[in-house]
């Protein structure tokens, strides 16, 4: 089997590869590795910022067979200052660096193996669905969409994915942690009976942010301020809070069917966002979880996540009352998450998270929701929810970003 330069074998001969495995697969039913087993796996980064870069490590952590092809960024610089965290592991020539806001197409090109999709998360719905239009496994930054159009779209491009045998791993790298797995194992063995209730927490002080700069555009302040824009991140209880809505979800098994939420603004610089959450979750059973976020500085910390049975109770991130301190080797979640999808690729055994780090960013946004209202807000609401979290379309002067901060009771989401 040829491959080009960068490793490539075209589509059409990963067709013929994959039919012969196949075909070898039924005589031979012991040889179950799929067409790439052994083939150099071609990465395409899209989002090459802070986490974009290091999950490019972590692959290269996970496996000795990948190799960066291409990457993509909205902003020049962006591009040259990941290359050059890089080039230590890999030297990618400028002809595959794409800049703007259609890099991504130019990525997907190149025809990668897989994809790593790691910009603000308001591009990921339309990021993700063309990686699974070109047929590309996906390993995906959380959250993966703001509001419930974007996030029902990733639903559907998922069920797109399974049916062309697609691997997509979400970057809810909790998921991957053996500590977190064998805490949330022995839970649902009944190691504190019954579950009663629970408590998650994203509680850190103030996030970064940076102040507009003379030479940039509203368009790209907000870019490179994102974390403090909902219609690049979603707020902060999507953005962060996610990881520990999904653990409680995954403990659980299920989804909330309501929330009540409230939350406010008193500290933050730039942006339209809110400093803290606190959300009263109704799962089916009549469970209630409650969920704090906040991100102010001076203030009591804690990113954790708490089960109550009724023989006791437990931290799925690695304490049980009955048991003790849960003891396993950990290695790296964050390089794991890109093992398992690499053993997924090259075994052929397709996982595909993407149902699951769905609906936890879903559970966010409806907390958001109702905390921006005031109002109690269903599942089943957010499932047919129209609302999209559209870019500002006023000047971003002070007083006009003031203005349209929600305040509960007012009818604004
Ligand atoms: N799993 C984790 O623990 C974890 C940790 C940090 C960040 N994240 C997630 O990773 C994602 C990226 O976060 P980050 O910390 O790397 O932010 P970052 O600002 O460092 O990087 C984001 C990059 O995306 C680029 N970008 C923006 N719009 C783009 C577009 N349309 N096309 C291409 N590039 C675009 C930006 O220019 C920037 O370089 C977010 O979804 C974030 O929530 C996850």
Known sequence: MSQDAQGRMSRRQFVASAATVAAATSAFPYFARG?????????????????????????????????????????????????????????????????????????????????????????RPEHFAACIEAGAHVFMEKPIAVDPVGTRAIMEAGEKAKAKRLSVVAGTQRRHSN?????????????????????????????????????????????????????????????????????VNWVLGTRPEKVLAMGGRMRRVTGDQYDFFSSDFTYPDGIHVISQCRQIHGCTNSVSEYVLGDKGHANPGGFISTIGQIEVENPSPMVQEHKHLIEAIRNDQPINETQNVAE????????????YTGKEVTWDEMMQSDLVIAKPDYELTPENIRARIPVPGEERA
């Open 35 to 123: 067409a790439l087993a052994d083939k150099t796996l071609r990465i395409g980064l899209i989002g090459s910022g802070g986490r974009g870069t290091g999950a490019v490590r972590d692959a290269y952590n996970a496996d000795s067979n990948v190799k960066l092809v291409a990457m993509s960024d909205m902003y020049p610089d962006r591009i040259e200052a990941s290359a050059e965290r890089l080039k230590e592991i890999v030297e990618l020539d400028a002809r595959y660096r794409f800049a703007g806001a259609d890099g991504y197409k130019k990525v997907l090109e190149q025809e990668p193996d897989y994809v790593i999709l790691a910009t603000p998360p308001n591009y």
């Open 179 to 247: 500590v977190y797995r064998e805490t949330i194992r022995r839970i649902h063995d009944g190691a504190i009976g019954k579950v009663l209730s629970a408590c998650c927490y994203w509680n850190q002080g103030q996030l970064w942010y940076r102040e507009r700069q003379p030479d940039w555009s509203e368009e790209e302040w907000m870019h490179r301020d994102w974390v403090n824009w909902c219609w690049l991140s979603g707020d902060h209880v999507v953005e962060q809070h996610i990881h520990n809505v999904d653990v």
């Open 360 to 371: 936890s960013t879903l559970c966010c946004i409806m907390a958001r929701t109702s905390a």
